[in-house]
């Protein structure tokens, strides 16, 4: 089993910064793949980046590329969402997701095992 708690969302202006926090814990960190996705009001759940589990390779949605950095620090277990250059379409819930094979870190949601509770995030114009 996989718990993951996502932490770090809130208000903030359009232009300005937030970063999420995804803490992991019950199975070792550096095994497993992360993924970033994200939920607004009558949409689907969206990709929104992948990290592998060495945070040696990457994966972006087009929406999200130049303005977020997915990171992972694995000797604190956590996985990280730098998100500048907010934009209003941004709002949404955003949730964190572990692959436990190690191995996928890409868009499709069903491929991830396990998945946070979620922290909103909203931008105003």
């Known amino acids: 089993q996989v718990q993951l708690v996502e932490s770090g969302g809130g208000l903030v202006q359009a232009g300005g910064s937030l970063r999420l926090s995804c803490a992991a814990s019950?199975?070792?960190?550096?095994?497993?793949?992360m993924g970033w996705f994200r939920q607004a009001p009558g949409k689907e759940r969206e990709f929104v980046a992948g990290?592998?589990?060495?945070?040696?390779?990457?994966n972006y949605a087009d929406s999200v590329k130049g303005r977020f950095t997915i990171s992972r620090d694995n000797a604190k277990n956590t996985v990280y969402l730098q998100m500048n250059s907010l934009k209003p379409e941004d709002t949404a819930v955003y949730y964190c997701?572990?692959?436990?094979?190690?191995?996928?870190?890409?868009?499709?949601?069903?491929?991830?095992?396990?998945w946070g509770q979620g922290t909103q995030v909203t931008v105003s114009s």
């Open positions: 997701a572990a692959d436990v094979s190690g191995i996928y870190y890409g868009n499709r949601k069903n491929t991830y095992d396990y």
């Open positions: 019950g199975r070792p960190f550096g095994t497993y793949a």
């Open positions: 990290l592998s589990r060495t945070g040696g390779a990457t």
